[in-house]
């Protein structure tokens, strides 16, 4: 028999995927990490000392403060305009041209060209609501400028300002009026000014655009927030501020090869540990790379989960269920495999999470919870009740944190115990995805076995109508195994599965087989004991075969290759050398199958041996079995049966004492009824 061993037997492997492993996880470490290690939440006080600001820091403004801006900056449209010369040139070569007439109407025309040659030179828009905006922007020429609305004019304000100009003049207001009479002023006045939509549009876009992220500055040396000071909207805006500045400057080129260096430390000790818990856990799966790929898939789920959520929302992380991934485990392996194993994959909350040690805590013992409570709980509405406890550990946890940081639970908002909630019923709708990791993986699952269990799946129904003395007789070895798994906290559902199935091979010829033989016939009559033994024994070769017909998963075939090893046909062997045989010709009379590697295997083949045995005593006394007990499994271990599995001597000292108390249950003596 083997002591315990570590699994790495192929160790440059599993270098390359812890490799691997720890370079999935060192990229989703958020890029943000600094050395600012405070936890605070507006409304609950701040639990460290005072912080006084070592570095000026820009105030970021807060989201309510930037889209009030933005609506402000919607409202106000900057109108733009494109100064055209050409429309001065053309109307003040008019008025030169009239002037040169000469004639009594000279100094009119010269007082209109001068106050039209400065309309023109300011600009004339088309109408008032061009001028909706208090600034507007004139391109002159390559020349992009603001100027106020009010200093340009429209078309009924330059005819009114050329109309003052003249009446300003030396000359009387009736020969004004007369001149005006005869001369269309408003010939000479159209706009200069063309509105351009696009590029408004355009510098109205942009404008949204270039506002400010930030409202001041706070300068080194102030009062950030005193210690036990209720965090307020204004105080958690200047620590978020603060944040954000000392992560650009941790994060500055000096800093970025210790940074790396230390990811890839952290990450490599994270895989280290997980493999770690795996070794000194006696993770029964070891030859099979499967499993291995399973939980670091687990490992790796939950820190892409982790730092994606965060990233999106840091208050969303109460509602991812890591519970969930105690069940993935617990659904492939037992508990004391699995929650170990799910304490060292929960940790990147520890390392994506902005301290994030009451999530993970929180999380861890919801897991525990999760690992007990649905043991009792999985079937149906009964994961709601599941749901239940998962929530209540959750709460509980937050409850204890609030206490221990800041003396009271007024601080616990309906929103987490909401996000709570969701976590818990989130692990309901998520635990389904265990059947995709099965196939994924060619794993087996707990729930798998447990229905492979059911006797009324269509091989079992077989073997029940074709060999019921058989199926009795499976019946009793899982009943007997199951109860030894679980005092030994084996895989019990792994055990009854196995148990039920290991003489399914004895459907392709009950008859030969003494407990399905009706009473007066012997099949084995006319046979030599050679022959005999070679059918007795072909009951294994059939099973397989059976079992890789039924798609029987491979863990369960297990039970049939190896749960007569490589032992004797003791009877027709007896026979046979009784018969004048030769008793070194022994291989006619052995089986040829597996000798057991794992703790179940044990169990079942002692099992089943024990079953079969304990029918032929004629003394069900407690001496009587333990004698008979003692006997089969010395046997098994002097016959080397044992060698290549895994359990220890305690295992197989305590695996006697528990058959010795469940058969002498069974086998109790029972009342005579008196005659009447």
Avoid at 134 to 160: F, H, M, N
Avoid at 178 to 204: A, M
Avoid at 493 to 513: E, M, S, T, W
Avoid at 603 to 617: H, N
Wanted: hydrophobic share 45%; charged share 20%.
């Amino acid at each position: 028999m083997q002591e315990r061993k570590p699994v790495h037997t192929q160790w440059r492997l599993y270098l390359v995927l812890a490799a691997a492993t720890a370079l999935i996880i060192l990229v989703t470490f958020p890029r943000g990490d600094n050395s600012f290690k405070y936890s605070y939440q507006v409304g609950r006080p701040w639990m460290y000392e005072s912080l006084i600001s070592p570095i000026d820091f820009p105030i970021l403004k807060t989201e309510a403060e930037r889209l009030s801006e933005i609506e402000e900056k919607a409202d106000v449209v900057v109108s733009y305009f494109i100064f055209k010369e050409d429309v001065w040139e053309n109307h003040g070569e008019e008025l030169r041209n009239l002037l040169q007439d000469g004639g009594e109407n000279s100094e009119f025309i010269s007082s209109i060209f001068t106050a039209l040659s400065h309309v023109y030179n300011v600009g004339v828009i088309g109408s008032d609501g061009d001028l909706a905006s208090p600034v507007i922007i004139i391109q002159k020429g390559i020349r992009a400028l603001e100027y106020p609305s009010s200093s340009v004019y429209t078309v009924k304000s330059a005819v009114k300002y050329v109309r003052q100009c003249l009446s300003e003049s030396e000359s009387t207001a009736d020969s004004v009026e007369i001149f005006l009479s005869d001369f269309d002023l408003g010939e000479f006045v159209e706009p200069n000014l063309i509105y351009d939509k696009t590029r408004t549009e355009e510098i109205h876009l942009q404008s949204m655009e270039r506002i400010s992220p930030t409202k001041g500055v706070f300068y080194a040396g102030g009062m950030i927030v005193s210690e036990g000071e209720i965090v307020t909207e204004e105080i958690a805006q200047l620590l978020d501020s603060y944040k954000a500045e000392d992560s650009i400057s941790y994060t500055s080129d000096k800093h970025y090869v210790g940074l790396v260096g230390g990811r890839v430390m952290i990450s490599l000790i994270l895989i280290a540990a997980l493999f770690s818990v795996m070794y000194f856990a006696s993770f029964r799966c070891k030859a099979k790379w499967r499993d291995v790929y399973f939980i670091i898939t687990q490992l790796v789920i939950l820190s892409m989960l982790t730092a994606f959520v965060y990233k999106l929302n840091p208050k969303l992380v109460y509602m991812i269920p890591y519970p969930v991934f105690a069940l993935y485990l617990m659904s492939f392996y037992r508990q004391s495999l699995a929650f170990p194993v799910y304490s060292i994959i929960l940790l990147p909350v520890l390392l994506l999470i902005q301290n994030g040690v009451g999530i993970y805590f929180m999380n861890l013992i919801a897991g525990a919870a999760t690992l007990v409570s649905f043991t009792h709980f999985n079937r149906g509405w009964h994961q709601f009740v599941n749901a239940f406890f998962i929530f209540l550990a959750l709460l509980v946890s937050d409850l204890a944190f609030n206490l221990m940081w800041n003396g009271t639970v007024t601080s616990l908002f309906a929103t987490d115990v909401f996000r709570m909630v969701l976590n818990a019923l989130f692990v309901v709708l998520c635990y389904p995805m265990v059947f995709l990791f099965e196939k994924l993986f060619q794993l087996v699952s707990r729930q798998r076995l447990i229905d492979m269990a059911d006797t009324n799946n269509k091989l079992l129904r077989e073997l029940s109508m074709k060999a019921p003395g058989t199926f009795q007789h499976s019946l009793q070895v899982a009943n007997l195994a199951g109860e030894v798994a679980r005092e030994l906290d084996a895989n019990e559902a792994l055990v009854r599965a196995g148990a039920l199935y290991h003489d399914i091979g004895k459907l392709n010829d009950p008859q030969c087989f003494v407990e399905n033989q009706p009473a007066g016939i012997n099949y084995h009559e006319n046979l030599s004991p050679e022959e005999s033994a070679g059918r007795i024994i072909r009951h294994v070769r059939d099973g397989v075969e059976l079992a890789v017909k039924n798609n029987l998963p491979d863990e369960v075939t297990a039970f049939i290759r190896t749960h007569h090893a490589q032992s004797m046909t003791g009877y027709f062997y007896a026979i046979y050398v009784q018969s004048g045989g030769d008793p070194e010709n022994k291989f006619p009379f052995m089986y040829n199958g597996e000798l057991p590697r794992t703790e179940e295997q044990v169990i079942v083949m002692m099992s089943d041996a024990l079953e079969a045995a304990s029918r032929t005593l004629k003394d069900y006394s407690r001496e009587s079995i333990s004698k008979l007990v003692e006997s089969i499994v010395s046997a098994r271990m002097a016959d080397g049966m044992l060698v290549n599995a895994d359990i220890p001597i305690s295992h197989i000292t305590g695996m006697k004492e528990i058959f010795v108390r469940h058969l002498t249950q069974i086998y109790h003596d029972r009342i005579t009824y008196p005659k009447l």
